[in-house]
């Protein structure tokens, strides 16, 4: 029995992927954030004996064909990849959402209407007619799911199935009557002039769009009555049906309303908008600094049993004394001390998954969208920038959402400049050990001193630009929830997850090649680290460092071990300096005194953090970047440019510095 392939489209933060994954059990990202699913995904289910091959595709909210998102989806159903239609629509925005929906019906494929989130919906005390709604959809089956709860499931494929054996098509928008006209002109100027004979009245509602990909495919010479785009006709006259089955179909959704306008009043405002998202930002790094370092007590005490009680057993089975010092001063040493930062970067993706789940995310590119105009981005570019703040490689894959591949190259240029959380244990061991009580400070100091410069650059590449066009924000503002306790879970398990498994990887392979570097040399295992490959590597970066107030080869091989992860630098120190927990407060005043001795101190770290938080990204990111943008000339170029941007200011802020200090 052959497939039937369903394809799985909606807005984005609609659930879709998470009902994909409900029948399918792919693990597949689920987030707050438009443009997770960027690429169209399958799966298969098999409902009553008939297999169902099931594809997830972006999340959009038209098929204009202006997104990367839109073009791929519009692409999978014009293809004929698709049997039926599954739209999934969030029940609690049912407004937003049936633009959509309109859109499908006009394909000529046949639409199964998914009302996701139903619980949130009884929750808020509204209401939905789930008989009219159908009849004022043309006929189409209307299903109430909770992706969450797996609930509506059976029935739901049960009428994707039974509506794709009946066929059935729904055309529910009738427009003015002119432009109905020119509708039917068109349908049978394309039957007779292209014998297009499938989804023709969609092909004929384009043209009068003057959609670029249509009018290319099937240019129509009908000059007189294409005198211009319908576009805004056809959209306007789409919402006033909407218009009408809201009104007809869905009850009591004015009190939410009126809730989300009052906080909307003060978290957008033109004036205190930023200013109070700066403010949330800084309450998100107090957090991470005091609850974390409260916390991490415990996982010190850990560290140092471990790493005692793993030298007593290797001395006691007559271990060689170079395995134990790689168990010890490299593995664990590197290891160990990134654990110890598990407590600050746990609170901080715990922070910013509660900010992403009540909504207020969405509202900051709304904010920022004025500032970003006057960069020559629209404000859905600051979305990626924001997210570098979790990790810059889905910051960067977040960057197609951008309609055009200009801006989406100059978003991925400035967004490496967001402060990840691959740094903050960098920025957390220098300010604890130089800053005292301005530590927050310090560190919170690097994610302004990130932003400022991707505003900067991407200034400076506005201003190289040889044209300029006017961007339009246009963005989703979901109402305002409570944040659910299993999606902030399950985000928070996945980062903390993605964190271990790179200790787990990663930064246990980097400590015990830095191990080897430090304990060999030109004639093998070498007793002083000064004669070992990596001091013959550091000296050799001395000289360029020393202005910015790194000249120190230890400095240098710990920055070159970074590009593989950021964390690593910090484990590179344990390693270089023989701390086996740098974290602690006995480890930092020993690496505190060894610094000393050779000139290194507040100065100098903040230079040092500077310089961490500009240079080049981690390996990870510097292959998304590769992927995306399908150069490695604008790779290469990237990475050269962050280099300079980094010494610059560092040295800036170290000879700048050096005047009044």
């Given amino acids: 029995m052959e497939a039937i392939r ?27 954030w438009p443009g997770v699913t960027v690429e169209k995904m399958e799966g298969e289910t098999s409902y009553k004996g008939q297999k169902i091959k099931l594809i997830d595709m972006p999340g959009i909210y038209s098929l204009t064909s202006y997104s990367m998102e839109e ?17 999934i629509v969030d029940a609690s925005a049912l407004e937003r959402n049936l633009y959509l929906t309109m859109q499908l019906l006009e394909m000529g494929k046949p639409v199964v209407l998914a009302l996701n989130m139903m619980d949130i919906v009884e929750e808020r005390g509204m209401e939905i007619d789930l008989h009219r709604l159908p009849e004022m959809l043309g006929g189409i089956p209307v299903v109430p799911v909770s992706a969450r709860k797996r609930s509506g499931l059976d029935v739901l494929m049960h009428a994707a199935v039974h509506h794709y054996e009946e066929k059935h098509r729904a055309d529910v928008v009738h427009y003015q009557e002119n432009i109905e006209e020119k509708i039917s002109l068109l349908e049978r100027i394309l039957k007779e002039q292209y014998k297009i004979t499938e989804n023709v009245r969609w092909h004929a509602i384009k043209l009068l769009e003057q959609d670029e990909e249509i009018c290319r495919k099937f240019p129509v010479n009908a000059a007189e009555f294409l005198e211009r785009s319908y576009e805004k006709d056809i959209i306007n006259q789409k919402y006033d049906y909407i218009e009408e089955i809201i009104e007809d179909t869905l009850f009591y959704k004015s009190e939410k309303e009126a809730f989300t306008d009052k906080v909307d009043q003060v978290l ?6 930023m200013p109070i998202f700066f403010a949330v930002m800084a309450i998100v790094f107090f957090l991470t ?23 007593q057993a290797l001395t006691y089975l007559k271990v060689a004394p170079w395995m134990i010092s790689l168990v010890v001063d490299g593995i664990i040493a590197g290891v160990g001390g990134i654990l110890t930062f598990l407590p600050n970067i746990f609170i901080l993706f715990l922070a910013l998954a509660f900010l992403e789940d009540s909504g207020y995310m969405a509202r900051v590119a709304f904010v920022m969208d004025g500032l970003m105009g006057r960069l020559g981005l629209s404000g859905k570019a600051f979305l990626p920038m924001v997210l570098g703040f979790g990790c810059t490689v889905p910051a960067v894959m977040a960057s197609r959402t951008l309609e055009k591949e200009a801006d989406r190259r100059r978003t991925i240029w400035i967004t490496p400049f967001m402060s990840c959380s691959a740094r903050l244990p960098i920025y957390v061991l220098f300010a604890d050990m130089f800053f005292g009580k301005y530590a927050m400070l310090a560190a919170f100091s690097m994610y302004f001193l990130g932003m400022l410069t991707a505003i900067v650059t991407a200034l400076v590449l506005h201003r190289l630009e040889t044209h300029t066009e006017h961007h339009t924000l246009l963005i989703e503002l979901p109402e305002y929830k409570a944040p659910n306790a299993r999606t902030i879970a399950v985000y928070v398990w996945e980062k903390v997850k993605d964190y271990l498994t790179k200790a787990g990887t990663t930064i246990f392979i980097a400590s015990i090649i830095i191990w080897f570097l430090l304990n060999f040399g030109m004639h093998g295992m070498v007793g002083e680290v000064t004669e070992s490959f990596g001091a013959v590597l550091g000296h050799w970066m001395e ?4 202005p910015a107030g790194l000249g120190m080869w230890q400095i240098g091989v710990a920055l070159i ?8 630098v910090v484990s590179s120190f344990c390693v270089l300096f023989g701390i086996s927990n740098v974290n602690s407060a006995s480890g930092m005043a020993a690496l505190t005194q060894q610094l000393a001795q050779v000139g290194f101190g507040p100065l100098n770290a903040y230079s040092m953090m500077v310089f961490c938080l500009l240079y080049v990204p981690c390996a990870a990111t510097i292959g998304a970047i590769r992927k995306e943008t399908r150069s490695m000339k604008f790779t290469l170029k990237m990475m050269i440019f962050q280099l300079l941007v980094a010494w610059t200011a560092a040295v800036l802020v170290y000879q700048v510095g050096n005047l009044f200090f």
Wanted: net charge neutral.
């Fill in 289 to 311: 600094f005091f609850v974390g370092d409260t916390l991490k007590g415990g996982f010190e005490i850990v560290l140092d049993s471990a790493s005692a009680g793993t030298t």
């Fill in 6 to 32: 369903v394809g799985f489209v909606g807005n984005p933060n609609c659930g879709k992927t998470t009902l994909f994954n409900a029948y399918t059990g792919a693990n597949l990202k689920v987030a707050n």
């Fill in 561 to 568: 071990s970074g590009i593989s992860a950021k964390e690593v």
């Fill in 268 to 273: 957008t405002h033109p004036v205190w908008g």
């Fill in 71 to 87: 073009k791929v989806s519009r692409r999978c159903i014009m293809e004929q990849e698709v049997d039926v239609i599954i739209n």
């Fill in 543 to 546: 000289p360029v460092l020393a």
